[in-house]
C-alpha cells in the first residue's frame, strides 16, 4: 500500500481555522492548538447565545410595554388580557416598538384594553 502524505490537507485544514481566528489576541490567532480551542468555544457560545438573544429581546419588549402601560394606570398582565378579551393581536415587539416611539398610540391600546376588562 503507498504511503499517503497528508500535508496539502492538514494545511488547508490549519489555514480554515487560523482565517476563523483573525482578531484574536496573543497566541490564539497564531498557534493552531490554541486557535482551534478558541474556535471551538466560541462556536459553542455563538450557538447557546443565538437562543439566549431571543429571550433577552422578550425581556426587554415585556419591561418596555409594562413601563408604557402602567404611565397610562394598567399593568403589563392586565393589559395583555384586556387586548386579549378585545381580539387585538399585536405582538410584544411591535408593542415595544410603539412603547418607544409613539406614546399616543399605546395610550390608545391601553384604554382598549381596560374597556374591555371592565366589559
Known amino acids: ?6 500535508g496539502q490537507t492538514v494545511h488547508r485544514r490549519h489555514k480554515d481555522v487560523l ?8 497566541a490564539r490567532h497564531r498557534l493552531i ?3 482551534k480551542e478558541a474556535v471551538m468555544r466560541a462556536d459553542r457560545y455563538a450557538y447557546r447565545d443565538r437562543r439566549n438573544r431571543k429571550r433577552e429581546f422578550r425581556h426587554l419588549w415585556i419591561a ?3 413601563a408604557a402601560a402602567r404611565e397610562d394606570g394598567l399593568s403589563y398582565s392586565r393589559m395583555a388580557e384586556g387586548l386579549k378579551k378585545a ?4 405582538n410584544r ?3 415595544a416598538e410603539l412603547a418607544v416611539h ?12 381596560r374597556q374591555h376588562l371592565t366589559a
Open 1 to 6: 500500500m503507498p504511503r499517503v502524505k497528508r
Open 19 to 26: 482565517k476563523l481566528t483573525q482578531g484574536y489576541w496573543g
Open 33 to 35: 492548538r490554541t486557535a
Open 64 to 66: 418596555r410595554i409594562n
Open 87 to 90: 381580539g387585538v393581536d399585536i
Open 93 to 95: 415587539k411591535m408593542l
Open 102 to 113: 409613539d406614546a399616543e398610540a399605546v395610550g390608545q391600546i391601553v384604554a382598549l384594553a
